[in-house]
Nanobody, 125 residues
């Protein structure tokens, strides 16, 4: 059974930075795809960033491009989301996700089988 556990959320002022981490345990070998989504109150979970393949191909939502960076540590079975230049509109619960197989749709939450419990990120103006 796979478990994903996020850490690193918290409160920060606009313009600040946070680094989210996601540690995987269980049958985690060779995740093909690792990513992050976020959820605003009353909204559907939305795509933030994804990393896949041996070359580490990445995709980002337009709203975070240039500010957020996704990375993975294969030896530690973990992934990270470095968030710089945070804005109040980034306030949300952030979830890490993984899949051994390439999802039908990278941007659709239902395409991913494994999820963390979520971590709150709050950005004040």
């Amino acid at each position: 059974q796979v478990q994903l556990v996020e850490s690193g959320g918290g409160s920060v002022q606009a313009g600040g930075s946070l680094r989210l981490s996601c540690a995987a345990s269980g049958h985690t070998f060779n995740f093909t795809v690792m990513g992050w989504f976020r959820q605003f109150p009353g909204k559907e979970r939305e795509f933030v960033a994804v990393l896949y393949g041996t070359g580490g191909t990445t995709y980002y939502a337009d709203s975070v491009k240039g500010r957020f960076t996704i990375s993975r540590d294969n030896a530690a079975n973990s992934q990270h989301l470095q968030m710089n230049g945070l804005k109040p509109e980034d306030t949300a619960v952030y979830y890490c996700t993984s899949s051994r197989y390439f999802p039908i749709d990278l941007y659709r939450p239902s395409a991913y089988p494994y999820w963390g419990q979520g971590t709150q990120v709050t950005v004040s103006s």
